[in-house]
């Protein structure tokens, strides 16, 4: 049950502690984007997430979007963020993700995942064994197959808050 437990859970992008990462070690940071950037309905990123990752880039974070959509879908928000990305991911499968870091710089001790989804996001980070941050869903609406994986995510999460290891809504850093 370990694999879908994240090694932090905060609400959003915007309560995320950036500066422990950084005091852990983390340089990288790969972002989801459907529910943790914006909502499915929404094309464009807002201001307020250009302002965040102008921050962070200036806080010397390496940042890239990788989502499980297709590049017509992702492509935009590079533009808007100038950030680099992957698109089609398939996570929680680890293959494209880990081609990113192997021709990266970065040592998986230095890497952090960040999503909205326990079993795309942090199974995939923690198969990988890099930091995996969970946060909560922006958005209500998800496209099908993220529904159905949510319903899953929904029996999972019942358990693990059976054995005490992750309760939705308790936050921690
Ligand atoms: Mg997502």
Redesign the pocket.
């Known amino acids: 049950m370990e694999i879908y437990v994240p090694d932090i859970y905060q609400q959003d992008i915007y309560q995320i502690n950036y500066d422990v990462l950084l005091s852990r070690g983390i340089k990288c940071l790969i972002f ?5 950037l914006v909502t499915i309905k929404e094309m464009y990123p807002k201001e307020e997430t250009k302002n965040l990752f102008n921050e962070l880039k200036e806080k010397g974070f390496k940042i890239i979007i990788a ?2 959509s297709i590049k017509a879908r992702v492509k935009p928000f590079h533009e808007e963020l100038k950030v680099d990305y992957i698109y089609s991911a398939k996570k929680p499968h680890i293959d494209k993700i880990n081609e990113f870091i192997t021709s990266s710089k970065f040592g998986l001790d230095e890497i952090a995942m960040i ?3 326990m079993m ?2 942090v199974v995939c980070g923690n198969t990988i064994g890099i930091t995996t941050i969970l946060l909560d ?1 922006i958005g209500k609406a998800e496209f099908p197959i ?1 529904r159905i994986k949510r319903i899953k995510e929904k029996r999972i999460q019942k358990k693990l808050r059976d054995k005490d290891l992750f309760t939705k809504g308790r936050y921690y850093v």
């Open positions: 989801d984007l459907d529910n943790t989502s499980n999503g909205d989804s795309d996001d869903q993220a």
